[in-house]
């Protein structure tokens, strides 16, 4: 019996106009109509994500910032997990040095010291996840997205990692030359042994505590629910989303998720473009059904 299904949002749960689709909607209805909770697990933050979901009037529970903050469907903070200000200090140390452009997830937002370095690596993620989208479309797309997010623009970061009342959540970089150019930077935090190093698109890398991992901090949600990871299924198409995947008995990978996923996955549904999340939970309900 599936009681949650969880579902990853960029290259999962958006299609390649960057939305939920009425379809993917409709669906997530149907699952709740039928006692299943809808969970969304994402790399960004809340204000980030929610918005997403407004035209639907849909108020899924969140596991966001890769598990760094998971919330209920009342938005009450039920799971939390940061990253030493040490160890913050010393990655950001690690790519200022590599001059890579890289945002803050904190306590008080995001956090950006280049708007338009912002929107371009957006858009560079919007293109590589659907690859048909032009990039001029894009960056109007994450332009238009941007607004309605709440992120804070500084001139130095430095007064966010070294005050103390602030909670680092995560640190996500960005190259346009991709992994090769991040590689020294995911080798650094790796050998610490006290982060998680995962990627969402092929140009970023996001470093967050070994504890904000989605598949952990799904695992934490259900168990306050007393549900148990036999009675989860989790949909993802990236690497961040492998410790859910393997973690759930019903690991779903997106027909356009890379190869790692689809070799993990318990099951591939269709991509999405082709509204691969609807066809998940309706597998689930059909699963649930045959209970």
Do not use: C
Not at 217 to 239: F, H, P, T
């Amino acid at each position: 019996m599936i009681r949650i299904i969880a579902s990853d949002m960029d290259g999962t749960l958006l299609n390649d106009k960057n939305e939920v689709s009425q379809e993917n909607a409709d669906a997530i209805k149907a699952a709740q109509a039928a006692g299943i909770e809808f969970m969304v697990a994402t790399g960004r933050g809340l204000s980030e994500a929610k918005p997403l979901f407004a035209d639907h009037d849909l108020h899924p529970a969140f596991i966001t910032i890769n598990g760094a903050n998971v919330y209920d469907e009342q938005e009450a903070l039920k799971v939390e997990a940061a990253i030493p200000h040490p160890l913050a200090l010393s990655i950001t140390q690690t790519l200022s040095e590599a001059n890579i452009y890289y945002e803050l997830f904190t306590s008080r937002g995001i956090a950006s010291d280049d708007r338009a370095r912002r929107i371009q690596n957006v858009a560079d993620v919007l293109v590589k996840l659907n690859p048909d989208t032009p990039y001029k479309i894009a960056v109007a797309l994450s332009a238009a997205r941007l607004e309605l997010i709440h992120i804070t623009y500084v001139d130095d970061y430095a007064e966010l990692l070294t005050d103390p009342a602030v909670k680092i959540y995560k640190v996500v970089a960005f190259s346009r030359e991709g992994q090769a150019k991040l590689a020294g930077v995911k080798k650094v935090s790796d050998a610490t042994g006290e982060l998680a190093v995962t990627s969402s698109a092929a140009n970023n890398l996001e470093i967050n505590s070994i504890a904000a991992q989605k598949g952990t901090a799904l695992e934490a949600y259900a168990s306050q629910k007393g549900i148990r990871m036999d009675e989860v299924m989790a949909i993802g198409d990236n690497l961040n989303d492998a410790s859910m995947i393997k973690m759930a008995k019903y690991g779903v990978a997106m027909g356009n998720a890379i190869p790692e996923i689809k070799k993990i996955a318990w099951w591939t549904t269709a991509t999405n473009r082709e509204n691969g999340v609807a066809v998940a939970i309706q597998h689930a309900l059909d699963e649930n059904r045959g209970h």
